[in-house]
């Protein structure tokens, strides 16, 4: 079974219930799935996984302090790891939006390999945008081998 990574930061709790419906998607879809918010969330959990979702509000058109944290900590030492791990994101914002280019290009950075095109959300998840969430779930959970 293969395991899926749901990492992600929320002040308010719209982003929270984003990556739960991920993870709910990438369980029924025959993951391990690990749900932890950026600041829990360490180094080793991202080498351990075989994909990952990276979730967060919008803050300034950039991601928010929770997942931003885990990603500047987990960058060095996960250097040469995780090339080609693949990923999807997803943004709760309040009419912007402009935070996904953030994450996505951090994922670059990351040199991670994004298996679908990432999910916006305004606000809370309504029952679209949990369908949406939950079948990057389950995208992910095929690429992890699950
Ligand atoms: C400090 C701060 C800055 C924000 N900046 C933006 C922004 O630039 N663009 C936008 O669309 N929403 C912005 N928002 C709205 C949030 O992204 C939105 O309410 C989101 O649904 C909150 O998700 P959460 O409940 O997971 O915290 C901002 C919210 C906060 C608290």
Redesign the pocket.
Known sequence: MGKVLVVY????????AAAEAVAAGAEEAGAEVVLKTGFDAGPEDLVACGAVALGS?????YM?GGLKDFLDRAFYPTQGEVTDKPYGAFV????????IDSVESVAKSFKLAKVDDSVL????PDEAATAKLKALGAKLAAAAGG
């Open positions: 930061c929320s002040m308010s709790g719209n982003t929270k509000y919008d803050a300034f058109s928010g709760s914002h309040g009419g912007g939006g402009r935070a959300v305004k606000g809370s």
